[in-house]
């Protein structure tokens, strides 16, 4: 149950404006989010040092950034190289009202750049969060 808790505190602090999926069931999204933890290794102990602020989002580790980019990559909104695939994001939110605020960020995050795929994953969501 704490892992739940984690994985919901998770999307909400570091995926929250693109991986809002309306057309995606909460569960479906907490088992992809869940499978893509595992996949790269987060523990617990990541995620709260996280989300306490701990460990800085410039400092995160890699598994973390790779679960950014795995559940970005499994939602169909960025490929595997990391690049952010910005038509399929517009044409998902396209008759939302979350169609505006999406489309401004993507205007402002889409070029964002790291080291590798993962790091850019993660730095383009931190970038949608406001921190770039």
């Known amino acids: 149950m704490r892992a739940t808790l984690a994985l919901t505190l ?19 999204s907490g088992d992809m989010v869940g499978e893509c933890l595992k996949e790269n290794g987060v523990t617990e102990q990541d995620l709260a040092d996280l989300q306490s602020g701990k460990v800085k989002p410039a400092d995160a580790k890699d598994n973390v950034k790779c679960s950014t980019q795995c559940i970005l990559v499994k939602s169909g909104f960025m490929d595997s190289t990391g690049k952010l695939l910005t038509d399929k994001i517009k044409a998902h939110y396209a008759s939302t009202n979350q169609k505006a605020e999406i489309e401004k960020n993507l205007e402002r995050c889409s070029n964002v750049k790291g080291e590798n795929a993962c790091d850019s994953a993660f730095k383009i969501l931190a970038c949608f969060q406001g921190g770039q």
Not at 10 to 28: E, F, H, K, R, V
């Open 10 to 28: 998770l999307l909400s602090c570091c995926l929250t404006g693109i991986l809002s999926n309306a057309t995606m069931d909460p569960q479906t």
